[in-house]
């Protein structure tokens, strides 16, 4: 009871402040005054102020926020232990397990990328460019678009 007293107090100062703003002709400021002060009539109407002190006076309501505490913290623990991990094997994820131990490309997948020290074998109709340009002027570029499939 006292606390709707107290926000319905707080929101007639709020709206005789927003009345006075009003009156020395700045109405976007007593707007936005108005809109803050109906906040905690609002709030009372809405019955929202007495959950709320019901709330605040229940062990089990708290021992429910403690549930959840700890829920939210086995959550981010785990999060952060994948994270860890660099993920973890799920299905779907492209790599799965092969017999030898060793991580294969599942069938559908595309070809693997060139690795650092390997070149494309060069192709038999090109020949050297003229004006002292090497025949895999271009190689490099064309590798990167075979990769992406280009």
Avoid: N
């Avoid at 060793?102 to 650092?116: F, H, Q």
């Amino acid at each position: 009871m006292l606390a709707e007293t107290i926000c319905s107090a707080v929101s007639a100062a709020g709206l005789g402040i927003a009345a006075i703003t009003a009156y020395r002709r700045r109405f976007l400021a007593a707007a936005r005054i108005a809109a803050y002060a109906l906040v905690p009539l609002g709030l009372v109407m809405t019955g929202a102020v007495e959950w709320l002190a019901e709330t605040a006076f229940s062990p089990v309501a708290w021992a429910g926020f403690g549930v959840l505490g700890v829920s939210w913290a086995l959550f981010m623990t785990t999060r952060a232990v994948e994270r860890r991990r660099g993920g973890g094997t799920r299905e779907g994820t492209g790599r799965r397990k092969g017999r030898k131990g060793g991580d294969v490309v599942e069938p559908g997948a595309s070809a693997p990328s060139l690795g650092a020290g390997q070149r494309p074998a060069a192709k038999p109709g090109r020949a050297a460019g003229g004006a002292g340009q090497p025949a895999d002027d271009f190689s490099d570029i064309e590798a990167i678009l075979k990769k992406h499939g280009i």
